[in-house]
């Protein structure tokens, strides 16, 4: 079992940034793959960064990005604090959306891109990037 937390949300301008953190309760925690999903008004939700977790492979951990935020987002995670961040720079009005922290227990060498392999989920922070 996982509860997760995210933070960090807010309102920002064009080409700012901002820092988004998934907190995580249970020992388990350090064994999942952690996704970050958003959804925009009207639109569906898409993972738009992931990792996996060091703690359970032996070729340590490896990430995903989505096109539209490779160069501009980073995951990384602490393994001590439980926490998986996401830091997000040169926003773009089109980040706007709810981003959700999700946890797939099972997928352990690649980053999954289907939504319904992430057994738990946050309740999402709003990022609004104002042009």
């Known amino acids: 079992q996982a509860h997760l937390v995210e933070s960090g949300g807010g309102l920002v301008q064009a080409g700012g940034s901002l820092r988004l953190s998934c907190a995580a309760s249970g020992r388990t925690f350090k064994t999942y793959t952690i996704g970050w999903f958003r959804q925009a008004p009207g639109k569906e939700r898409v993972l738009v960064a992931g990792?996996?977790?060091?703690?359970?492979?032996?070729?340590?951990?490896?990430?995903y990005y989505a096109d539209a935020v490779k160069g501009r987002f980073s995951i990384s995670r602490d393994y001590a604090k439980n926490t998986v961040s996401l830091q997000m720079d040169s926003l773009e009005p089109e980040d706007t959306a709810v981003y959700y922290c999700?946890?797939?227990?099972?997928?352990?060498?690649?980053?999954?891109?289907?939504?319904?392999?992430?057994?738990?989920w946050g309740r999402g922070t709003q990022v609004t990037v104002s042009a």
């Open positions: 990792i996996t977790s060091s703690a359970s492979t032996s070729s340590g951990s490896t990430t």
């Open positions: 999700a946890a797939d227990r099972y997928s352990h060498n690649s980053v999954s891109r289907t939504e319904r392999d992430y057994a738990f």
